[in-house]
C-alpha cells in the first residue's frame, strides 16, 4: 500500500537558519503530494501541495518539488522564524478504490522548533 | 467564511460506552472525511463521506461508523469503547477534489 516516510524530530533551528525536512513516498499510479502544518492546540493546515512531476509547490516562503525519480517531497525554507515552529505533515492524495475522494495518506510529522 | 467546526472539543468516556462527535463543514463543502490521530499511530483515516454516501473507508474495526446528513454536516459514532480509542479525532471538510482539505480544530476523546 501507499506509505510516506518523514525525517525524525524534532528539528531544532536558531532564526533564519536554512530548513530542509525530508519526504520521500510509496504509491502506486501518480499522487498529488501534500505538506500540512499543526500549529500547537489546533487542526492542520495545508501549507503547499504539487499534483504532478516536477510540480514546485509553494507557500509562506517555503518549497516542495515533487521529485518522482526519487520519489521525494522535501519541504524547504531559506529562512525560519519563530512562528514556524510547528508539526509538519507530508501526505499523498490516495484515490481510493472507487477512483475518486479523498484519502490522505500521512507521514508521521516532524515537530520542528525555531528558536531565536 | 466559518472553518470546519466539531463538538465536543473534549470528552471523557470510559470503556463500553459509546460516543458521537460531530463537524459541521465549511459552507458549500460536500465531501468530510475522519482522521483518529495518536502519538503511536500518527494520523490513520477513518472514511469520507460525499453527498451522503461514504465514498471511501479506511481500515479501522466496524465499532467505528459514520454518516453525512443533507446539510453536510457529519457525525462519527464509536461504540463499545477501548482505552485504544483515546485520540485527537480530526473531522476535514473539502469540495470533493483530491487532497486539499480543510481541518478542524478536533474533539480530543480520553477513555479511561
Known amino acids: 500500500g501507499n506509505s510516506v516516510t518523514q525525517m525524525e524530530g524534532p528539528v531544532t533551528l536558531s532564526e533564519e537558519a536554512f530548513l530542509t525536512i525530508n519526504c520521500t513516498y510509496t504509491a502506486t499510479g501518480y499522487p498529488s503530494l501534500f505538506w500540512y502544518v499543526q500549529y500547537p492546540g489546533e487542526g492542520l493546515q495545508l501549507l503547499l501541495k504539487?499534483?504532478?512531476?516536477?510540480d514546485k509547490g509553494s507557500n509562506k516562503g517555503f518549497e516542495a518539488t515533487y521529485r518522482k525519480e526519487t520519489t521525494s517531497f522535501h519541504l524547504e525554507k531559506g529562512s525560519v522564524q519563530v512562528s514556524d515552529s510547528a508539526v509538519y505533515f507530508c501526505?499523498?492524495?490516495?484515490?481510493?478504490?472507487?477512483?475518486?475522494?479523498?484519502?490522505?495518506?500521512f507521514g508521521t510529522g516532524t515537530q520542528l522548533k525555531v528558536e531565536l | 467564511k466559518a472553518g470546519v467546526t466539531q463538538t465536543p472539543r473534549y470528552l471523557i468516556k470510559t470503556r463500553g460506552q459509546q460516543v458521537t462527535l460531530s463537524c459541521s463543514p465549511i459552507s458549500g463543502h460536500r465531501s468530510v472525511s475522519w482522521y483518529q490521530q495518536t502519538p503511536g499511530q500518527g494520523l490513520q483515516f477513518l472514511f469520507e463521506y460525499f453527498s451522503e454516501t461514504q465514498r471511501n473507508k479506511g481500515n479501522f474495526p466496524g465499532r467505528f461508523s459514520g454518516r453525512q446528513f443533507s446539510n453536510s454536516r457529519s457525525e462519527m459514532n464509536v461504540s463499545t469503547l477501548e482505552l485504544g480509542d483515546s485520540a485527537l479525532y480530526l473531522c476535514?471538510?473539502?469540495?470533493?477534489?483530491?487532497?486539499?482539505?480543510?481541518f478542524g480544530e478536533g474533539s480530543r476523546l480520553t477513555v479511561l
Open positions: 501526505a499523498l492524495s490516495d484515490l481510493g478504490l472507487t477512483g475518486g475522494g479523498n484519502k490522505l495518506t
Open positions: 504539487a499534483t504532478k512531476a516536477d
Open positions: 476535514a471538510s473539502s469540495t470533493g477534489g483530491a487532497g486539499e482539505l480543510f
